[in-house]
């Protein structure tokens, strides 16, 4: 091999080797740049998570739950609203003026323990005990919730008497309980109760309450007494993620509320009936 082809390869090889190590740069310099790139998604990934989080900490957030009272404990209660309210931070509140009207009609008899049964112990249906359902809303979020709204369904009674029975009928031929009202129609109507707002903890303690908002009269599951309110969503503006937040209600608390229905019925009293 002559000095000429000895320097022509060597020069081919050096291209080679040249091209080679310019390629692994190139590839280099890519890998480099996607590790950048997603390292750079990643921090922005978490400092959105860490904002969303901080956020959610200082938000508006509200809780809802049934609570329910048989007729003379509730009658009590609200006749010493003022000073109950001021002990346990809570407000009753009647969200339609219907409503109002036909409960404090009832106040009186069932405080001077009237009309606090119904049913009769020795028949199938056997006795239960007449009693007042509410939903309780509190904030536990650090912001106030603000302009609370429940969408509800809402039915007065077909005798336009609060001391008067009426059940809702079933496709089935039956009777609805109250926690299975969602899927009544016939002369239900849908509303929109304004509950107003709720400060959040980050407001002193004296101005912070819960809601106990009113919503039947009943006896039983089944059993219904005039204006029947049921509730489906409720929401509120928070004013630190500048959106309007909603939750279901009874879609979500229906099962609990029906094993608390379900126990005031007292039933036959079977042995001691004739």
């Not at 320097?7 to 590790?35: E, H, P």
């Not at 299975?180 to 239900?188: E, N």
């Amino acid at each position: 091999m002559t000095l000429d082809n000895t320097t022509k390869i060597v020069s081919i090889v050096s291209v080679i080797v040249g091209l080679m190590i310019s390629a692994a740069g190139y590839f280099a310099n890519l890998k480099l740049q996607s590790l950048q790139e997603s390292v750079t998604k990643l921090t922005v990934a978490e400092k959105d998570m860490d904002i969303a989080k901080k956020s959610y900490e200082v938000a508006a957030r509200l809780t809802t739950d049934f609570s329910l009272h048989l007729a003379r404990s509730f009658a009590i209660q609200y006749s010493q609203r003022d000073l109950s309210g001021a002990q346990s931070h809570e407000q009753i509140l009647f969200p339609t003026t219907a409503l109002s009207e036909e409960f404090k009609k009832m106040l009186g008899n069932w405080e001077s323990r009237k009309g606090l049964m119904t049913g009769k112990a020795c028949q199938q249906e056997g006795l239960k005990a007449r009693q007042v359902v509410t939903l309780v809303i509190g904030n536990i979020g650090n912001a106030d919730a603000l302009d609370i709204r429940i969408k509800a369904m809402e039915k007065a009674s077909p005798f336009g008497d609060p001391a008067k029975r009426w059940q809702e009928p079933s496709e089935t031929g039956g009777v609805l309980g109250y926690y299975d009202l969602l899927s009544a129609s016939k002369g239900w109507t849908s509303t929109e109760l304004r509950i107003g707002d709720l400060r959040g903890l980050g407001s002193p303690e004296e101005a912070r309450v819960r809601e106990k908002v009113v919503l039947a009269s009943v006896s039983g599951a089944s059993d219904l007494f005039g204006t029947i309110l049921v509730p489906i969503e409720i929401s509120w503006y928070d004013n630190v993620t500048k959106t309007r937040q909603s939750l279901p209600i009874m879609q979500s608390l229906a099962p609990a509320l029906r094993a608390d229905l379900l126990g005031a019925e007292i039933g036959s009293l079977g042995s001691a009936c004739p």
